[in-house]
């Protein structure tokens, strides 16, 4: 059997290869390295996104003779795995948001050139939604920061989470109803 793994060998067969030949498990890692730690990045701080990232992918190894291709894609799968030691770090994350939802914004800096307005706005809309995320369920936050962050699709959340899509619709529903509603947008915009 060749080692060599392309793009066009789907999950599911990968997942079967790795199962025979672990060190086939290399081409998992290389193939959704990139999402799962831009996923946990922006959840957590840079500083741990990496370690979480590794821990998602040797929890992965290890219960990869578990893995049921016939449940879905590889890809859920790891999300569920990442979201499940980001869970572990909630607390933290909590007072993270926590803590930026206590920086005093930034005074507004008129200016012509968009990137500027961009960064500004960037700059005081960061304490308003790191407090409105602090103050959603762990569930909507989840659900939210998968789709938002991970770029997963509601039947990708579900797979990810072991939820229905039907949950994952109504969560993020009233996670974008309560962050909206936490953002005063006349202070926001100055």
């Known amino acids: 059997m060749s080692t060599d793994v392309g793009e066009e060998t789907t999950d599911a067969e990968l997942a079967a290869r790795c199962q025979r030949d672990p060190d086939l ?18 959840r957590l701080d840079i500083q741990i996104a990496e370690d979480l990232a590794a821990e998602t992918f040797l929890v992965a190894f290890d219960r990869r003779d578990r893995y049921d291709p016939e449940r879905g894609e590889l890809r859920p799968w790891l999300f569920g795995i990442a979201t499940n030691l980001i869970a572990r770090h909630r607390r933290k994350e909590t ?24 960064s500004v706005a960037a700059e005081r809309m960061q304490p308003h939604l790191a407090r ?10 989840d659900v939210l920061l998968l789709v938002a962050l991970g770029q997963l699709s509601y039947d990708e959340v579900a797979q990810a989470l072991g939820i229905a899509v039907g949950t994952v619709g109504s969560r993020l529903s009233r996670a974008r109803t309560k962050i909206m509603a936490r953002i005063d947008k006349g202070n926001v915009r100055g």
């Not at 007072?95 to 961009?118: M, W």
């Not at 409105?132 to 936050?141: I, K, M, N, P």
Request: hydrophobic fraction near 40%; avoid cysteine.
């Open 95 to 118: 007072r993270r948001y926590r803590a930026l939802a206590k920086l005093d914004p930034q005074p507004v800096v008129e200016g012509h050139e968009d990137r500027v307005v961009t």
């Open 25 to 42: 498990f290399t081409a998992v890692h290389d193939r959704y390295h990139r999402d799962i730690y831009l996923y946990v990045a922006g």
């Open 132 to 141: 409105a995320l602090a103050a959603l369920t762990g569930g909507e936050r």
